[in-house]
């Protein structure tokens, strides 16, 4: 079983910059697909980036071009650098690991089959304007 604990989160600036880690403490990280949500409160969870297990990444339309999805098999880290955060970026972000590897998986949808993955609890992103 994967055990994963994310971190980097903080408050920030509207224009600043945060990056996210994803540590796995036990278990296969990798190849599966894995991928960042966001929720925030009274809203529904977001996809914000995913990563095949071969590397191949996707991203929201609300982030695009601003983050960046990224992972260390080695290391066993899944990172989201994340650029020019405007207030509506603030959410809890939460990391997810697909249980069981399946190539044709982005990793972007996995919060649509929850029971599918592996969740880390979060780590709260504030941007103020």
């Known amino acids: 079983q994967v055990q994963l604990v994310e971190s980097g989160g903080g408050s920030v600036q509207a224009g600043g910059s945060l990056r996210l880690s994803c540590a796995a403490s036990?278990?296969?990280?990798?190849?599966?697909?894995m991928g960042w949500f966001r929720q925030a409160p009274g809203k529904e969870r977001e996809a914000v980036a995913g990563i095949r297990s071969d590397g191949l990444t996707r991203y929201g339309d609300s982030v695009k071009g601003r983050f960046t999805i990224s992972k260390d098999g080695a290391k066993r880290i899944l990172y989201l650098e994340m650029n020019s955060l405007k207030a509506e970026d603030s959410a809890m972000y939460l990391c997810a690991v697909r249980r069981v590897d399946d190539q044709s998986c982005s990793g972007i949808y996995l919060h649509r089959s929850p029971a599918l993955a592996y969740w880390g609890q979060g780590t709260q992103v504030t941007v103020s304007s």
């Open positions: 036990r278990g296969t990280f990798s190849p599966r697909c």
